[in-house]
């Protein structure tokens, strides 16, 4: 394990048990919102120690973390619930089964599921941190960039979702370690990750442009290195094959990042279009949910919905547009304009990055990332703005702009600091350029520096710069207050509001 690495690591940990210590305090002093939220009734009797688990860690449990939870417990039993995609309720339900078993005798199965969520997702965490700094290491090539990076990624402005019940800490381990995976030229691997990752959440299925992208890359300079080195029929063949090659990987790649989605959707078809299950077999509790609420449940005596006979049954888009009111321009409407401000540091952040990419290498843009020679791609420029950057930045626009028009906008904070690093190298990058304290030169304040140094000039521990500059924090640029200020707050307030079910993002 390199300094780095040991560092990131040791900050994540310490912001998750930071995250579940003031989670539980802003549970017990501020009083719930009566929101209108999904609260299925409890079936099961209490146990022993449930009351101190739920008085703990019951703040993970508000919003959209009570579907995971019921669906961990239940399974999928009312049509919304098919709006959250299986992997991490079988996780929860697998640690509750196994790691936490003995447990069993003083925790409920609800007990146990949430100590599974702040265990899992505490792991979890730790996997996508350790993940993006590899991924930044071999995307960006510049060592300082990829570790300041990290650390800005531990105080994320989505922290509360990272620690709840969501599954984002998940998709972003899967996704940042299926896309170091393919940088790295290991193509099925990285396909069975994002793959996993597609089980995780529906918008894995935007990391196939990876797929098609980066083998595309690499096979047009495998291309451009044959027609040097190779003469005649040979470079016909190798021509050939390298196309063969790039088209197989393609298709094959496709089909198994794109298989948890259709599999998910054909279980979901099966579940409400042809069920085998009666009212009599649901406890009457969730059933008499189901009437108040006005869910539907799967009953075979009963007719099939009107999404069943549609020539594409997708489930997932029925529940969308359904009990999520999720469409084109859907949420453009003056009383949303609050949660057009709340997404407005994270979109800020897109493009910006958008932005200053372009303005950086505006002709590697309009050849969609294709130099004119290999060299770029063996040894690219380092930093922010190097070619290997650029299906990076393709990607988060493309999140950017389907999250803003098409989306609850307040959710874009989340989404995007889940599925792509970009947020977090452009802040990286706007503090190494602006804040003079982080700067490459020698400063006049030496307590704040990316490294230690010991009396022989040996290099210590990387120092975080992170906490080094919080005590300056008022003498820092404009953009390090803006920066820090907007991750901090954002980390606090999602965890103060959200476990106590009030709006957030």
């Keep these: 394990m390199t300094m780095d690495v040991r560092a990131v690591l040791e900050f994540a940990t310490a912001t998750r048990g930071l995250s579940l210590l003031l989670q539980a305090v802003f549970n017990a002093v501020i009083p719930d919102h009566d929101a209108d939220a999904f609260r299925p009734p409890r079936t099961e ?3 022993y120690l449930d009351s101190s688990v739920e008085w703990l860690l019951g703040g993970l449990s508000h919003w959209d973390a009570e579907h995971f939870l019921f669906i961990a417990e239940r399974g999928y039993l009312y049509e919304h619930n098919f709006a959250f995609f299986p992997l991490f309720p079988i996780i929860l339900r697998g640690l509750a089964e196994t790691l936490l078993w003995p447990l069993s005798s003083w925790l409920s199965v609800r007990g146990r599921l949430l100590v599974a969520v702040a265990l899992g997702n505490t792991a979890l965490f730790l996997l996508s941190v350790v993940a993006l700094y590899a991924l930044s290491r071999t995307v960006l090539q510049d060592r300082r960039l990829a570790l300041l990076s990290s650390l800005l990624y531990c105080i994320t402005p989505a922290n509360v979702f990272m620690t709840a019940g969501y599954s984002e800490s998940l998709f972003a381990a899967l996704t940042f370690g299926g896309l170091f995976l393919l940088e790295k030229g290991f193509t099925f691997r990285a396909c069975l990750a994002l793959s996993i990752a597609t089980a995780a959440r529906s918008n894995g299925l935007v990391n196939i442009g990876f797929l098609l992208y980066l083998p595309s890359l690499h096979a047009i300079t495998q291309i451009r290195v044959y027609r040097t080195t190779t003469k005649g029929h040979s470079k016909v063949f190798h021509y ?8 197989l990987t393609s298709l ?11 599999a998910f959707q054909y279980y979901g078809y099966r579940t409400f279009c042809t069920p085998s299950v009666s009212l ?7 059933v008499s949910l189901a009437e108040l609420k006005g869910y539907r449940i799967p009953d075979e005596n009963g007719p099939p919905p009107l999404w069943c006979m549609r020539p594409l049954p997708l489930l997932y888009s029925h529940i969308q547009d359904v009990y999520w009111d999720v469409g084109f321009l859907r949420y453009f409407e003056l009383r949303q304009i609050p949660n057009f401000i709340l997404a407005l540091p994270m979109a800020t952040l897109g493009i910006m990055a958008a932005y200053a990419y372009f303005l950086a290498n505006p002709e590697l843009c309009l050849r969609l990332g294709l130099w004119d020679t290999g060299a770029h791609f063996d040894k690219p420029t380092p930093g922010m703005f190097n070619p290997r950057v650029f299906v990076y930045i393709v990607h988060s626009t493309v999140l950017l702009v389907f999250g803003t028009l098409c989306m609850h906008v307040q959710v874009l904070t989340r989404f995007m600091a889940s599925s792509t690093p970009v947020p977090f190298w452009i802040s990286a990058h706007l503090l ?10 020698k400063t006049s304040n030496p307590n704040v520096q990316l490294h230690t140094h010991s009396s022989n000039g040996c290099q210590h521990t990387p120092q975080n710069p992170i906490i080094a500059l919080l005590p300056y924090f008022k003498s820092c640029s404009s953009t390090t207050q803006g920066i820090l200020g907007y991750f901090l707050s954002y980390w606090v307030l999602g965890l103060a509001l959200h476990c106590n079910f009030l709006p957030w993002t």
């Design 280 to 286: 009599e077999q649901i406890p009457p509790a969730l």
């Design 252 to 262: 094959l790649g496709t089909a198994i990042i794109a298989l948890p989605f259709c």
């Design 432 to 441: 190494l350029l602006n804040e003079p304290l982080l700067h490459r030169r």
């Design 240 to 247: 050939i094959w390298a196309i063969i090659r790039l088209l």
């Design 45 to 47: 009797e209490p146990l």
